[in-house]
């Protein structure tokens, strides 16, 4: 551990990534089309912390997500830091007017472009490695403000299930942690914060960051000599309230009207900030990494039947599949990885990051469970190999979206057994058991 009353070294920095017009964007299933324009860039962050024994870099990108580039771009990054791949982070905003950028969605998109993926490999190598290069002795601190546009999409009809609409009595989490690097003049130059919503309040052809993007440029002009990136949290379930508050279904929102939503997240990063109640981290930086096997229930050859009987074009290559698997005795694989990692600074602060989309009642649990351990807890979704939806076990009689219907789409066997929840947490606690002496 460095003696310094700075015991950190830290260094910051920022790509472009927006991609060429014409790139089909990723994120609405039936969207297929290619892109039209820009109407705000995309950028990626590095930062690296240093304790002098243990160092990281997180990646904050303005992507939906880094699904099947995980791999590449941390054996990229790993070989130019020389740091191990399980120190590396790598968060997508999830934002849904980004690139298409994995090969999931090739039958739909087509291949992704291989000149985009080498320049984002290359941009977000070059970003770590200025960051890297440029670490200074910094101080950490962290606080928590306010946001409230964030609703659950989860409303439950009569029947006990769950339909898509706004829910303002649903479960959600309107904190906005920040993290802070200054230097020893006490200039603020790298911020990183967090938020726990779904970037879907536009639709359409044009390539943009959602109110994520436009949160960059309100802290951007509250700050300007500092660099913010972003690191989603548990949003899964959660998405922008609908411009009409008294409206029961979800209307995209024109570019100004998500300026409105950029410019209350970036005005509650800046007063956290300059609230004068910035807690400062301190004690020896710790970077863990485990990847457990999720596990789905028994395909339902009946219930594909029935989806294909539906008509849902969607879905038919998966109900297809669940059949000639059950007609030729094949037995579909019913696993699949997700990843965690925890980073703690001593007590101060303790960082989850989860390898899926993440329900926002995980979040809450987990900052409830871990404060009695941790003075501050920042749980990241949307982290490395994206596993597909996470739902909470409370939530799977519900059914819906991120229940059954996200799990088919990313050909799935089946929903996520009932125990994966408490599979989840039981790993991050064990992973955190020899701190708890």
């Not at 699904?67 to 982070?89: H, T």
């Not at 485990?290 to 229930?297: A, D, F, G, Y």
């Not at 939806?389 to 990313?410: K, L, M, S, T």
Request: with cysteine.
């Amino acid at each position: 551990m460095r003696k310094s009353q700075m015991p950190y070294l830290v260094g910051v920095a920022k790509c472009d990534i927006t991609p060429p017009v014409g790139i089909r964007l990723c994120g609405f299933a039936a969207r297929t089309e290619p892109s039209t324009g820009v109407y705000d860039p995309l950028q990626a962050v590095a930062t690296v912390i240093d304790d002098g024994r243990a160092a990281m870099v997180i990646i904050a990108a303005d992507l939906l997500g880094f699904y099947d580039r995980c791999e590449p771009v941390r054996e990229a990054l790993s070989q130019a830091l020389s740091l191990p791949e399980a120190n590396i982070v790598l968060a997508g905003s999830h934002t849904h007017c980004g690139p298409h950028i994995r090969e999931f969605d090739r039958p739909r998109l087509g291949p992704p472009d291989p000149a985009y993926l080498a320049l984002l490999t290359e941009r977000v190598v070059e970003a770590a490695r200025v960051a890297w290069e440029t670490r200074s002795e910094a101080r950490l601190q962290v606080g928590v403000g306010q946001c409230d546009f964030a609703v659950s999409r989860r409303r439950l009809g009569s029947d006990g299930l769950v339909q898509w609409g706004p829910d303002k009595n649903g479960a959600c989490d309107h904190e906005v942690p920040v993290l802070t690097a200054s230097n020893a003049s006490g200039e603020l130059f790298a911020i990183l914060y967090n938020y726990a919503c779904h970037p879907t309040s536009r639709a359409g052809l044009l390539v943009g960051g959602d109110y994520v993007g436009l949160a960059h440029d309100r802290i951007a002009a509250h700050f300007p000599d500092a660099v913010a990136g972003f690191l989603q949290g548990c949003g899964a379930d959660q998405k922008p309230l609908p411009v009409d508050p008294d409206a029961t279904s979800f209307v995209p929102r024109e570019v100004e009207e998500v300026r409105w939503l950029g410019n209350d997240l970036g005005d509650a990063v800046a007063s956290v900030i300059r609230s004068g109640e910035m807690q400062q981290i301190s004690g020896p930086l710790t970077i863990q990494s485990r990847t457990i096997q999720l596990e789905t229930v028994a395909p339902d050859v009946e219930e594909a039947k029935r989806v294909l009987a539906g008509g849902d074009k969607r879905l038919r290559s998966w109900a297809e599949r669940l059949i000639d698997a059950a007609e030729h005795g094949i037995e579909l694989d019913r696993h699949a990885p997700f990843e965690i990692q925890t980073v703690t600074f001593g007590r101060s602060l303790a960082m989850i990051t989860l390898a899926g989309e993440i329900t926002v009642e995980h979040g809450l649990r987990l900052k409830r469970e871990l404060g009695s351990m941790f003075e501050n807890v920042l749980v990241v979704g949307y982290a490395n190999h994206l596993a597909g939806y996470v739902p909470v076990e409370r939530q799977i009689p519900e059914g819906g979206y991120c229940v059954d219907w996200a799990n088919r789409f990313h050909g799935r066997p089946g929903r996520w057994v009932d125990e994966t929840e408490q599979q989840i947490h039981t790993a991050i606690h064990e992973m955190l058991e020899h701190l708890k002496n």
